[in-house]
Nanobody, 118 residues
Framework: QVQLVESGGGLVQAGGSLRPSCVTS????????MGWYRQAPGKQRELVAD???????NYADSVKGRFTVSMDTARNAVYLQMNNLRTEDTAVYYC????????????WGQGTQVTVSS
């Protein structure tokens, strides 16, 4: 059974940094795309960033220049370096993984809370 497990969330002051991680267990195949989504209270889940196995990245406008997504294809792991955090970045962050991007994400993690205080 494939599982994505996030860690590395937490509480940080505005301007600080966090680096959530997401590792995979139970998969013998490599994902082609892994990404991070977030959901704030009362809002819809939104894409934060994603990365392909070839290294191509995509970011939400709100995080460009502050967040960096990276993927370890050997471990089927994805990381999100978050710098200069803002209070509006507060949300539950979910990682996701896809074998075929055109068919959508196949697996989701359980989420990790990120809280940014002013």
């Amino acid at each position: 059974q494939v599982q994505l497990v996030e860690s590395g969330g937490g509480l940080v002051q505005a301007g600080g940094s966090l680096r959530p991680s997401c590792v995979t267990s139970g998969s013998v195949f490599s994902f082609n795309v892994m990404g991070w989504y977030r959901q704030a209270p009362g809002k819809q889940r939104e894409l934060v960033a994603d990365v392909s196995s070839g290294g191509a990245t995509n970011y939400a406008d709100s995080v460009k220049g502050r967040f960096t997504v990276s993927m370890d294809t050997a471990r089927n792991a994805v990381y999100l370096q978050m710098n200069n955090l803002r209070t509006e970045d507060t949300a539950v962050y979910y990682c996701a993984a896809a074998f075929l991007p055109e068919t959508g994400y196949d697996y989701w993690g359980q989420g990790t809370q990120v809280t940014v205080s002013s």
